[in-house]
């Protein structure tokens, strides 16, 4: 028995989607944009706007693919790294609403360090931080904390 390359198509599309909640950043939205174009690339086959070829296949899915991830991207990134809230520890949530000053400059993208309580910490901005950097010597107040990691952002005005 011989599968048509709709068949294959609509496979390697669900494959993707059981695939989907197992993917790392990066990955996910190559991922899905694979998953999406070949479940459209099946879909033009099966209307007959593309011809019944392997070949004629292969280029579409790996056309329609390459647009959809470089379409998908940034949305994507920014809806991933948007929702970072940290599971608090509770021997250590007590930090939370303690300020400190930044000895390096911050940024939500990428983790410094900080001296805080006699130990070294990573920290990051948090997401709601009007700000995406901030530099060395701001002022900043703890939003959540887990073990190794302070969230920060500028303090509430009292």
Do not use: Y
């Given at each position: 028995?011989?599968?048509s390359?709709?068949?294959?198509?609509?496979?390697?599309?669900?494959?993707?989607?059981?695939?989907l909640p197992?993917a790392?950043?990066g990955?996910?939205?190559?991922?899905?944009?694979?998953?999406i174009?070949?479940f459209l690339?099946a879909?033009?086959l099966?209307l007959?706007?593309?011809?019944?070829?392997?070949?004629?296949m292969l280029?579409?899915?790996?056309?329609?693919?390459?647009?959809l991830?470089?379409?998908?991207?940034?949305?994507?990134?920014?809806?991933q790294?948007?929702?970072?809230?940290?599971?608090?520890?509770?021997?250590?949530?007590?930090?939370?609403?303690?300020r400190l000053t930044?000895?390096?400059?911050?940024?939500?993208s990428?983790?410094?360090?900080?001296?805080?309580?006699?130990?070294?910490?990573?920290?990051?901005?948090?997401?709601d931080?009007?700000?995406?950097t901030?530099?060395?010597?701001?002022?900043?107040?703890?939003?959540?904390?887990?073990?190794g990691?302070?969230?920060?952002?500028?303090?509430?005005?009292q």
């Amino acid at each position: 028995m011989e599968l048509s390359i709709t068949t294959w198509l609509i496979l390697l599309g669900i494959l993707c989607v059981i695939l989907l909640p197992f993917a790392v950043p990066g990955i996910l939205e190559a991922l899905l944009s694979l998953g999406i174009a070949s479940f459209l690339a099946a879909t033009l086959l099966s209307l007959g706007i593309l011809p019944d070829s392997w070949p004629a296949m292969l280029t579409a899915l790996a056309i329609s693919t390459l647009l959809l991830a470089l379409l998908l991207w940034k949305p994507l990134r920014k809806l991933q790294q948007g929702n970072e809230k940290l599971t608090e520890n509770p021997a250590i949530s007590d930090f939370v609403g303690n300020r400190l000053t930044l000895s390096a400059d911050a940024s939500k993208s990428h983790s410094s360090t900080v001296q805080f309580s006699g130990l070294s910490w990573q920290l990051k901005l948090s997401p709601d931080c009007p700000s995406d950097t901030l530099p060395a010597g701001t002022e900043v107040e703890i939003t959540s904390a887990t073990v190794g990691l302070l969230l920060v952002t500028l303090p509430r005005q009292q």
